[in-house]
């Protein structure tokens, strides 16, 4: 997606020329291969770090390009929003001391980010998913200005033909409907690169994605998302989710998303990924075919691909086959995207040696994986660790059926150790990182853990807003240290800093947990919620969740009082008593405007609407228990 050719206005003479142009890349890279033209016999890593950027109120702070200007080093570049960042090492021959070499540059780098966007008033934090980040940082305001990343989104949003649903249930339940591809810019990955040959790579990816589950269940650390409690790496729900051109229709169909795990083992050759995505995935984006690969190759050259680079980019595989050209010699990757980014760079690179440890591990004990597990296990595996971490059931090659940690303890951490061993990692480094793995599990305390512990900890002690905030701070302060997140304390909220910036805006601490009626339903239901729950206005809506009145509960006690509820005839609707000349506000609303409109209407509660649904409600109620906690903590310092 670095290209600035990238073109989305194709007509169906563009696309034509476009995908016969692919299909002649495919043809000439099953040519590269059949000829011995890849690199064989050398094994590289690599990696990509993304990362957030946020503000003194641990708030995304967009400042990303103003950053990368000030940066200026070719290793780091933009990611899709404007409070992210991306930075890429070198690869790595893998052996040796390579794991220490990449936790030292990764430090490097990371110090070089830290040291500019401070001085843009920003800090990095390294997590899958922002706590602090809200649905209105999700905006198209808030995407790079790059023509690459306008044309993604408007490709998939015409695919999609409509908004994106994001619907996601963990312990809490998540539902957002969003106009743009900007819920991908809520996640942070930690991408890891594995350089195969052309004649491995096909049991060697397999065993990736056999792998896949264990080691993302060690990693979890993107629990959180809008305030909610979800799948312990999240991500995985809402990248699908945020990049899917699949319609309502689709659902009586059998057509797989963009973003998937795959549906089947690879038989012989790289070839057979790429071929089934062409054919089941439509070109979202094209660009000027420059090069013929096939005199590329008689000139002597290795052909670049492009126009199956470009596709490839668009087709998100959580194992992605890779090729690429280095050094005039073209290669093949598979790309482990399903790591989070955080909690700490140690943790980090210990995936990375677990997932790599693991791939040769497995390969050096099992000849052909397939024979050993089925792939719908490997996919359930898989599913399971997203969405429950360490307490994921798995069935492994024995046909046994374990948790996740006893899983890694018993068995698959010493045969990552055994396979790191094989390539000649050092045994320090080896140490370092399995071991940083295997306290983690054996301890139980992933980065997932930690934020759900500390977010219990906290209790009901200020606004959920705070209580997020309390995180991120945390998060950015046990950072600095490098130490691996099974030895963080907890976050306490006290670690959020001034109470003011929590309270700047109404949807920062609207009630959301709402209790409303339909205007066709009895004022009796009214009466005895408002009695039975303490509340002093029930919000009432319409059977498309529109809100078209108010009750509250002096005009309630009034009417009930009154001739007209004692002449009744049966029982008296909703509608017939409901205030329908409503003040709203958006969650948008400062709180002083809140403040001086509810004082200048002579109302004691604010709906708070949005595209004409309610989402929230303040109260006089929420203000003086805002005013108490304050006033609390002024007479004590």
């Not at 312990?171 to 991908?184: K, N, P």
């Not at 052309?198 to 629990?223: C, H």
């Not at 980019?313 to 482990?336: F, K, M, P, Q």
């Not at 906290?458 to 807003?465: R, V």
Request: charged fraction near 30%.
């Amino acid at each position: 997606m670095g290209e600035k050719d990238i073109r989305i206005e194709l007509d169906s003479s563009d696309l034509r020329v476009f995908t016969q142009g692919l299909l002649r890349e495919l043809r000439a890279l099953d040519h590269l291969l059949h000829q011995g033209l890849i690199e064989s016999g050398v094994r590289r890593i690599g990696l990509e770090q993304e990362l957030f950027l946020v503000d003194d109120q641990w708030r995304p702070a967009p400042v990303a390009v103003q950053a990368l200007e000030r940066i200026k080093d070719p290793r780091v570049t933009t990611e899709i929003g404007r409070f992210n960042l991306e930075f890429n090492l070198e690869p790595l021959l893998f052996g040796g001391n390579c794991l220490r070499l990449m936790e030292n540059r990764l430090n490097e780098l990371l110090d070089k980010v830290r040291r500019t966007v401070r001085d843009l008033g920003a800090e990095v934090v390294l997590t899958g998913i922002l706590p602090t980040i809200r649905k209105s940082d999700l905006t198209l305001d808030n995407m790079v200005p790059s023509e690459r990343y306008y044309a993604l989104n408007d490709a998939l949003t015409r695919q999609r033909g409509g908004s994106y649903d994001l619907r996601i249930k963990g312990t809490d339940e998540l539902r957002v409907t969003h106009d743009s591809v900007m819920l991908e810019a809520a996640n942070a990955s930690f991408q890891v690169h594995f350089q195969v040959g052309p004649d491995e790579f096909a049991r060697l990816y397999n065993i990736a994605m056999a792998v896949t589950a264990p080691v993302l269940a060690a990693a979890v650390n993107s629990p959180l998302m809008l305030g909610r409690r979800l799948w312990s790496e999240t991500r995985i729900a809402v990248f699908q989710q945020s990049v899917d051109t699949r319609s309502a229709i689709s659902e009586v169909r059998d057509i797989p998303a963009r973003v998937s795990f795959g549906r089947e083992w690879v038989d012989e050759s790289v070839i057979e990924i790429f071929k089934s995505d062409v054919s089941r995935f439509r070109v979202l984006l094209g660009r000027e075919i420059d090069e013929d690969p096939f005199e590329a190759i008689e000139e002597g050259r290795v052909p670049t691909l492009k126009a199956l680079q470009l596709f490839n980019s668009t087709v998100y595989r959580w194992n992605r086959a890779c090729y690429g050209v280095a050094g005039g010699v073209a290669h093949l990757r598979i790309e482990n995207r399903v790591l989070p980014s955080g909690p700490s760079l140690r943790d980090e690179v210990a995936n990375a040696a677990f997932w790599f440890g693991l791939l040769s591990g497995v390969a050096e004990e099992v000849d052909d994986i397939r024979k050993a597990i089925a792939f719908d296990t490997v996919f359930t595996n898989f599913l399971a660790a997203a969405r429950h971490g360490l307490d994921a059931h798995m069935t492994w090659l024995d046909g046994e059926t374990v948790t996740a940690q006893k899983l890694i303890c018993d068995t698959l951490l010493p045969l990552a150790r055994r396979g790191l061993q094989v390539r000649g990692i050092d045994a320090a480094d080896i140490e370092r990182y399995l071991d940083t793995v295997e306290a983690r599990v054996d301890s139980r305390r992933t980065g997932a853990q930690w934020y759900l512990s500390s977010l219990a900890g906290m209790g009901e002690k200020g606004t959920l807003e705070e209580r997020m905030a309390a995180l991120v701070a945390a998060t950015v302060e046990r950072q600095r240290h490098s130490r691996p997140v099974h030895e963080w304390d907890r976050a306490e909220l006290s670690e959020a800093g001034s109470w003011k910036p929590s309270y700047l805006r109404v949807e920062q601490y609207m009630s959301t947990d709402l209790l409303t009626v339909n205007e066709e339903e009895a004022i009796d239901l009214v009466a005895n919620l408002m009695d039975w729950h303490r509340i002093h206005h029930v919000p009432v809506e319409d059977n498309e969740h529109r809100l078209v009145g108010l009750m509250s509960h002096r005009p309630l006690l009034r009417f009930l009082a009154s001739d007209e509820a004692r002449q009744a005839d049966g029982p008296i609707p909703v509608s017939s008593v409901m205030v329908t000349d409503l003040v709203t506000a958006g969650p948008e609303t400062t709180t002083l405007e809140a403040i001086e409109l509810m004082r200048e209407r002579r109302i004691s509660c604010l709906p708070i609407v949005k595209d004409g649904r309610l989402i929230g409600i303040i109260t006089e109620r929420d203000f003086m228990r805002i005013a108490g906690t304050l006033l609390e903590e002024m007479l004590r310092d």
